[in-house]
């Protein structure tokens, strides 16, 4: 009951935009690789944050400065917790790769040892494709024993399924998600060219913003050559029905998800997951949560599943008129908050 009200009065406060005094900084972190990183760190100004949320950002170019996560952040620490949120260039940029798994567990752990967390532990939360990276990352030696919880919404279980899940025909309806996977398969296989990339970004671009088709068109004409000029224009007028790329291509596929595979041992999880997926899902099935949930279950870890209504791949639709479906959506985050707040 008692995180329960504690989720009540975080709803409230995110639904209505009532965030109270926060200081927002920006700092840079030393990874052991010897890369930097961005991080955004959200405090309560008025009181001691109760524990430490890591939050991943989807593939968007806003990254960790899009709005929608800046107003979830806000809510957060509004109700006592400090929010430590990274740029990750790779997800930022749409790229898909087992890499950025590893950059995940090296932020963790630098935010650890650099005595940025809370009580020394951390809470996960996740979104989208990124959720997959992180539940991987969370398994590494180095931080499953400091991860407290883990939440994710609207994430797939493996590359492969989410692959071919979104480019057959009949699949994800998002045009942005489907140029997506086809760019980041064209990066992976033989037919990977620099050019060819740079028009797929442009064509991601245009799925994000809707407004330079000129811009897309143009590029195609400055591609180098006839031949990648006809294969981005086949890919981009046959991007709702890629079915032939999945078999063309599908020793790309099943090598990326050993990548995946390899970056973390689910078997190795240590804390409590909670998995939260829209069921009118434009891009991941929401087969996808209940295939990772099965699995999770068999591995013996503590874990909550919520298939709702109340989402549009991750975006909130909350209605008073749905209070049932509300209270299920609350019960699920009562849970994550619990296991996150303990020490």
């Known amino acids: 009951m008692r995180y329960f009200c504690h989720t009540l009065r975080f709803f409230n406060i995110y639904l209505r935009k009532k965030f109270v005094a926060i200081d927002i900084e920006e700092h840079t972190l030393l990874l052991a690789s010897g890369k930097e990183i961005t991080i955004d760190v959200y405090t309560p100004h008025h009181s001691k944050p109760r524990t430490s949320l890591f939050f991943t950002h989807g593939m968007n170019k806003h990254a960790f400065r899009d709005p929608r996560i800046i107003e979830f952040c806000k809510a957060l620490s509004t109700v006592g917790y400090q929010v430590i949120v990274p740029l990750h260039t790779d997800i930022q940029s749409m790229i898909i790769t087992a890499e950025t798994t590893e950059e995940i567990v090296e932020t963790m752990d630098a935010l650890l040892k650099n005595g940025f967390c809370i009580h020394d532990r951390l809470a996960t939360f996740c979104v989208s494709f990124a959720g997959a990276l992180v539940l991987r990352a969370i398994t590494h030696p180095a931080i499953r024993n400091h991860v407290s919880a883990y939440l994710s919404i609207g994430s797939p279980s493996s590359y492969e399924s989410s692959f071919r899940h979104a480019l057959r025909q009949g699949g994800a309806s998002d045009v942005y998600a489907r140029v997506i996977f086809l760019r980041n398969l064209f990066r992976s296989s033989k037919d990977a060219d620099t050019a060819l990339d740079t028009a797929f970004q442009l064509a991601i671009d245009d799925a994000f913003e809707h407004n330079n088709p000129g811009q897309l068109l143009h590029y195609e004409e400055q591609l180098p050559t006839p031949e990648l000029k006809i294969l981005f224009r086949t890919c981009m007028e046959n991007v709702m029905k890629a079915d032939d790329y999945l078999t063309k291509y599908a020793d790309v596929i099943t090598h990326m998800q ?4 390899n970056s973390g041992d689910l078997n190795q999880l240590k804390c409590p997951v909670a998995l939260i997926h829209s069921e009118h899902d434009k891009i991941f099935s929401t087969e996808e949560t209940q295939v990772l949930y099965n ?49």
Do not use: E, P, W, Y
Not at 258 to 261: A, E, G, N, V
């Open 295 to 343: 699995d999770l279950k068999q591995c013996g870890v503590n874990c909550r599943m919520l298939i709702t209504s109340l989402l549009d791949h991750v975006t909130q639709q909350i209605s008073i008129r749905q209070l049932k479906k509300t209270l299920q959506l609350m019960n699920i985050f009562a849970f994550f908050f619990k296991h996150a707040n303990k020490i």
């Open 258 to 261: 050993h990548r995946l595979d």
